[in-house]
Nanobody, 125 residues
Framework: QVQLVESGGGLVQAGGSLRLSCAAS????????MGWFRQAPGKEREFVAG????????YFADSVKGRFTISRDNAKNTVYLQMNSLKPEDTAVYYC??????????????????WGQGTQVTVSS
């Protein structure tokens, strides 16, 4: 079992920045690829960013490329999502998720075994 807890969400003006954190506990964190997803009201959950077990490879949705970065600190069992140049359309609940390493970078929610409870990000115009 892996328990994931997100933090760092909030209200920010368009053009601003936020840094989300996801703290993991349980089984070996470095055994998992990690991902960030988001879900806006009335929309399906969508992939935002992913990172492989070592942090050496990262993956991004086209909508956030150049604005978001993902990183991980295996010593702290934490994955981060740095969000810059935020837009109102980035407003959503953001979730972190853990997947087997062979699903590294997957955009499919069903390939992730463990999920956090989500953190709300609201970007005002």
């Amino acid at each position: 079992q892996v328990q994931l807890v997100e933090s760092g969400g909030g209200l920010v003006q368009a053009g601003g920045s936020l840094r989300l954190s996801c703290a993991a506990s349980g089984r070996t964190f470095s055994s998992y690829a990690m991902g960030w997803f988001r879900q806006a009201p009335g929309k399906e959950r969508e992939f935002v960013a992913g990172i492989n077990w070592s942090g050496g490879r990262t993956y991004f949705a086209d909508s956030v490329k150049g604005r978001f970065t993902i990183s991980r600190d295996n010593a702290k069992n934490t994955v981060y999502l740095q969000m810059n140049s935020l837009k109102p359309e980035d407003t959503a609940v953001y979730y972190c998720a853990a997947a087997p390493v062979y699903y590294s970078g997957s955009h499919q929610p069903f390939e992730y075994n463990y999920w956090g409870q989500g953190t709300q990000v609201t970007v005002s115009s």
